[in-house]
């Protein structure tokens, strides 16, 4: 007979196929995987195409993302399946956002909800959890539907969980959902300080309350009742948020989730574009000389603010590796740079569709990050100590820039209104940035946030604690489940 109270814990992980939420779910398998958990990790296949096919141009075969981190630590339990979102390979869902979001509600949920209920069959009463991304609506229904415990996984900061939260409060108090929402000071948000409405969201800045909102809405009465939230965050980054989400929900701090001993090497193939080699260039470079520019690998940037942008580095002078995903204006315009700006810049710079970004931005010749203010690119350009021009695209964008820039005042705002600078302003602040006298209180700063970052992943700091007592409290629940069921 099975003691199921000696088995380790056996977690199925759904990540949102999205390259900064794939990247944390990736690293929060292997870090469960490496303390004792058997993962089933979940992927679509459509991620699983763009992550493999370019991996092979990259001169990798494995079909497997795991492969190699299972050959660096032989004893991770890690198991893979890919399922489709309902939609085809080479759709285009960037530019289909909402059609998107609705194949994931009422397709991918119907193909994940396969997999659980064939591992859970195949396991009997091993599985114990299902790990999934918050944006999802459905993992409760699902865990509660297979006996399974639900954690919740949120891949961007406390307070934009807390803001999501709080959509509700928002609403009542005409902040949100109105053509005519107020402008002023949002105030009333537990934990949260004083936030003005141009800091939220780019959903909670919308009038119409669309398809979008309404899966939002479900997905935080869906986190509202996990029992667990797992967040890729430090406590002692947003300590009053955090203290406030734990009076409601048990809310654990773990971040930043990347490998830190070994920063700029991937052990897991995640790249959705083939990567292009720029550190020779880079190591012809003096240090701290080069701006490292990127806009992540999902959100569209307008062409006229592409070109502005342009404009705005030729005028800097600066040195710089600019990172111009093909699709980045759209898929029908793959290179949407004038040519009179490559030739112009061409003895200064360099232009790449993709790179192992934290290989780059690590490398001594960068010196800033010129950033959508994607939450994997804050953390790791912090990482490296790397000061920010900061241009807010998308979704938590907005609010991510408040952190950077008002709270942890290691970055530049190149915003006004939602609207970029103009280029002449752009010249001005990149140059500032650029220039290591002008911008110390930036570096000196952002050096201090790295101390928090290290002290917290490290033996006894918050991260390492709140992974522990996750696993531990995880651990003592399941156990008196199954007590429980044995009793019975």
Known sequence: MVDHLQQKPHAILVSYPLQGHVIPSIQLAIKLASSGFTITFINTQSIHHQITSKNQQNGHQEEDIFTEARRASPGLDIRYMTVSDGLPVGFDRSLNHDQFMASLLHVFSAHVEEV???????????VSCLIADTFFVWPGSLAKKYGLLYISFWTEPAMVFTLYYHMDLLRSNGHFGYIDAREDSIDYIPGLPRIEPKDLMSYLQTPEVSVTHQLIFKAFRDAKNADMVLCNTVQELEPQVISSIQKRVPFYAIGPLFPTLDFSSNNVAMSLWAESDCSRWLDSQEQGSVLYVSFGSYAHVRKTDLLKIANGIALSNVKFVWVMRPDIVSSDDDDPLPDEFKKGTQDRGIIIQWCNQKQVISHPAIGGFFTHCGWNSILESIWCELPMLCFPLLTDQFTNRK?????????????????????NEIAKNVKYLMNEESSRELRTAVKEIRKILDKAIESGGSSWGNMTNYINDLKLILEKKIKRNIDV
């Open 116 to 126: 659980v209920l064939k591992v859970v069959g195949e396991n009997e009463n091993n």
């Open 403 to 423: 952190l950077v820039v008002d709270d942890w005042k290691i970055g530049v705002d190149l915003c006004v209104m939602k609207n970029l600078v103009t280029e």
